[in-house]
Every structure is written in structure tokens, then in C-alpha cells.
């Protein structure tokens, strides 16, 4: 990986960074409004995985000339986020005494925000091959 495809790590990192310090500063709120501190920890930081090792595929698909091979790795990367953060909501919600809705919901916006995050990161990526 070479530093400007490093780069694109950075606003990723920088989310989760941001969005676990201010959910420890704020514990005792959240606490008060019952909102689930190590639901919403668990959250960010299994969302903040899925979304690298999506990013991952993506950067391996960009390597390849081939455009199947990118394609393939589109697909294998909303599959692998998709089946693994469903999944991680119905273990949750079968194991725990009382499920945590805002925690669950604040999870699912964080979701989207990475998503957001990373395709912009795609797309700056495109631009930089188009620019070569």
C-alpha cells in the first residue's frame, strides 16, 4: 500500500477515534437516557472493522486490471458488512436481558456515516487512477 492509498484510511480512523471519545466523555449521559455504553463501543468498533476490511477488498480490486475482479470485490464487501453487522444486531438481540434501542439505532447511523466515509474514498481513489 503506498501512502496515498494510506490516505484514504484517515477519515475512517478519524470517525471512530472521534466517535469513541465522545461516547466516553459522554457515559453519563448516555447512561441517563438509556442508551447502552458497551452496545454503542461494540457498535462503532465492529462497524469501524467491516468498513476497513471493505476497504480492503476495494483497494485488491484496484489493483487488478481486470474489472470483473473489482466488481467481484464490490459485491464481496456490502455482502461481508451486510451478513456481519445483521448478524451481530440478532446475536444481540437474542442475548441481551433489554435490548438497548437507541444504542442499536446510533449504530445503524454510524453504518451509514462509514458507508458514506468510504465511498468517498472510493471515489478519490477513482479520481487519483483517472489522474495518472
Known sequence: MNPQTGKLFIPI?????????????TKS???ANNIAFNVLM???LLVFLVTIISLLFHLKGFSNNNAQVFLRGVYASLMI????????V????????????????????L??????L????IFRLLKQKKGK
Open 118 to 121: 468510504e465511498v468517498r474514498s
Open 29 to 31: 449521559w448516555l447512561a
Open 90 to 109: 440478532l446475536i444481540y438481540a437474542s442475548t441481551a436481558d433489554k435490548l438497548s434501542r437507541p444504542a442499536v439505532y446510533i449504530s445503524m447511523g
Open 42 to 44: 461494540a457498535g462503532n
Open 81 to 88: 458488512k451486510m451478513v456481519v453487522v445483521a448478524a451481530a
Open 111 to 116: 453504518y451509514f456515516v462509514y458507508s458514506f
Open 13 to 25: 480512523l478519524g470517525l471512530f477515534v472521534a466517535v469513541s471519545c465522545i461516547s466516553l466523555l
